[in-house]
């Protein structure tokens, strides 16, 4: 494990992974330290990988070679992705499902959560047929319930208003307030100022540059990172 540097309290170490699908290399990581103990956001643009991050911090997926550590021990990681079926029943049926593989969790914890992410109201109402800004948060409320102390978010808001946008970045607030750390992908640059701490940007499977927010939107480093900010400043 390299020397823990000292603004990072928790971390992954990545050495050497290698993600490949049907033979085309999706991730391509030497080395990186990816922050855990505050907010992270990862960017870059389409197919670039952040996704397959995503996966394998959760261990959904292993690499095809070298290692990836968690400088804490015991990792609970909860990871919602952008599109998260719903089966056919009611939200809190849905969202009761987590107790499939966590016994511990009762009626009135599914109430208390439903109450936090403020589906209640919407509790009977069928899950497939919830807006998706609804959808997204009962997704929140299943990660929520997992008690995670690492959770990992695939465009969060995508594709929601702005409404629903403010209430599920609140959500993400919580997270943290409540002792689990996050780490996020999105294109919403203003999102990512909004919420994240520190950057990790990928680009072609490669983690090409990250540090604190703010200095990477002044003064990004790499021809890559400036690249992709004036496209996506464009685009918007």
Do not use: W
Request: hydrophobic share 40%; proline share 6%; net charge negative.
């Amino acid at each position: 494990m390299a020397k823990l540097p000292e603004e990072f309290n928790q971390f992954i170490e990545l050495k050497n992974v290698i993600v490949k699908s049907d033979g085309r290399i999706i991730l391509d990581i030497p080395h990186a330290l990816i922050p855990t103990d505050r907010i992270c956001a990862c960017i870059g643009p389409n197919g670039a990988g952040k996704t397959t991050l995503l996966k394998l911090l959760d261990g959904l997926i292993q690499p095809d070679s070298g290692t990836v550590n968690y400088s804490a021990e015991d990792i609970r990681s909860s990871l919602v992705l952008h599109h998260t079926p719903m089966i056919k029943a009611s939200a809190r049926t849905n969202l009761a499902m987590v107790q499939d593989s966590d016994s511990s969790i009762d009626s009135a914890d599914i109430e208390t959560v439903l109450k936090q992410v403020g589906l209640s109201h919407l509790a009977r109402s069928p899950a497939h047929k919830l807006s998706a800004g609804e959808r997204q948060k009962l997704c929140l409320g299943r990660a929520i319930l997992q008690k995670p102390n690492l959770v990992l978010l695939d465009e969060p808001t995508a594709n929601l208003d702005p409404n629903a946008t403010e209430q599920v970045e609140e959500l993400i607030r919580q997270f943290q307030m409540s002792g689990s750390n996050v780490l996020f992908t999105s294109h919403q640059l203003a999102q990512v100022q909004r919420l994240a701490e520190y950057i990790i940007f990928i680009d072609q499977g490669q983690i090409k540059e990250k540090g604190p927010v703010g200095p990477f939107f002044a003064d990004p480093q790499t021809q890559a990172a400036k690249r992709y900010l004036h496209q996506e400043l464009l685009a918007n």
